[in-house]
């Protein structure tokens, strides 16, 4: 979850509707562009290669602990793992497990359950959830740079099935996309991590994928800090506290869709 699993939640539903995370506005030093001055600093990179964070980039409710909830809610989610998963996020917000660790295990938690399940249950919670919280100059801006020919990536430590059925929507395929996932045999999903694409990982896994360099990069977590470094553009969207601060420090003009823009 690219504003961290369960950052300023606590297992509670996908927000309905589509507010500043912080609600506090730009902080002191922070340079806050227009859609405008947005679009022209993007195209202005000439890019080839474009990389996209996920939740709070792309649509404003962090999808995997709101999916997480969604299966719970709707009984997916055996009551024996609702309970561990539950006990091990109260640990994560005690500072007990770290990031890297319950990202694998919310995906890790679906053991056991058909693959299938999982994507039409995913399907279901982006239709319903997700899909009215989409930001449209961000999806209008992949569209412009996919019909210009440009290379899209999507990482996410959200779970696959969750990213892959909200992309295909824009025309991003599973094998641009790099997200929490785990080995699936036979239909069934095991516990067996493939990857884990937060914090440092999101680099690691672009650069495992051949994607050194990429043109420019898009992120609204601190979380997503190591892959908008190597950006030769990194572009903060709808960026989390710890982010604004990081992006004043380096000197990286934010952007805010209009859904979410600080008062």
Partial sequence: MDMSPFEDTAMTSAPTSSTHSSAKGSIPGEIVLSTKEFREAVWEMEPKIAVFDCDGTLWSPDAGSGFLQWTIDTGLLSEEATQRITARHQAYHQSQVDELTICGEMVQIYEGLAESDLRAS??????????????????????????????????????????????????????????????????????????????????????????????????????????????????????????????????????????????
């Fill in 122 to 263: 995913a399907r279901a919670y982006f239709e319903e959830k997700i899909e009215p919280h989409l930001f449209p100059e961000m999806i209008a801006l992949i569209q412009e740079l996919q019909a210009s020919d440009v290379e899209i990536w999507a990482v996410s430590s959200t779970n696959d099935w969750m990213i892959e059925e909200a992309l295909q929507e824009i025309g991003i395929t599973h094998e641009k996309i790099l997200a929490t996932c785990v080995e699936v045999r036979d239909g069934i999903v095991t516990g067996v991590l493939r990857d884990i694409p937060t914090d440092e990982g999101k680099a690691k896994s672009l650069r495992a994928a051949g994607i050194s360099h990429p043109d420019v990069v898009f992120g609204n977590s601190v979380h997503d800090a190591a892959m908008l470094e190597i950006a030769k553009r990194a572009f903060p969207v709808n960026p989390s506290e710890g982010l604004q601060k990081l992006s004043v420090e380096r000197n990286w003009p934010v952007y805010y869709p209009a859904a979410i823009r600080p008062l």
